[in-house]
């Protein structure tokens, strides 16, 4: 059974930082496309950072650009997320996605497997 689980999330000063992890199993990583999604209290959720499956081509919101990197470790089954210099308006419950299906992008339509979600709370 393909599951996904999140973890890495907390509570951190403005201009910290903190790593999420998103643990796979059920599926071979390396076949899939990965997405991390945010939603913060009485907004859509959003699409924050994605990697390809194939060459490992990334995108990033324009909000969090130069601030956060995902990467993936297949051999560990395994995405992240860098988070550096957040902001409070970062605070959110993060979500990991996949996806096996073209075309790749970084928009929910485009993810049938989602985790569970960590909660980032980024204030003083």
């Known amino acids: 059974q393909l599951q996904l689980v999140e973890s890495g999330g907390g509570l951190v000063q403005p201009g910290g930082s903190l790593r999420l992890s998103c643990a796979v199993s059920?599926?071979?990583?390396?076949?899939?496309?990965i997405g991390w999604f945010r939603q913060a209290p009485g907004k859509e959720r959003e699409g924050v950072a994605c990697i390809r499956n194939i060459g490992g081509t990334t995108s990033y919101a324009d909000s969090v650009k130069g601030r956060f990197t995902i990467s993936r470790d297949n051999a560990k089954n395994t995405v992240y997320l860098q988070m550096n210099s957040l902001k409070p308006e970062d605070t959110a419950i993060y979500y990991c996605?996949?996806?096996?299906?073209?075309?790749?992008?970084?928009?929910?339509?485009?993810?049938?497997?989602w985790g569970q979600g960590t909660q980032v709370t980024v204030s003083s």
């Open positions: 059920g599926f071979i990583l390396d076949y899939y496309k």
């Open positions: 996605a996949a996806d096996q299906k073209a075309p790749y992008g970084c928009l929910m339509p485009l993810y049938d497997y």
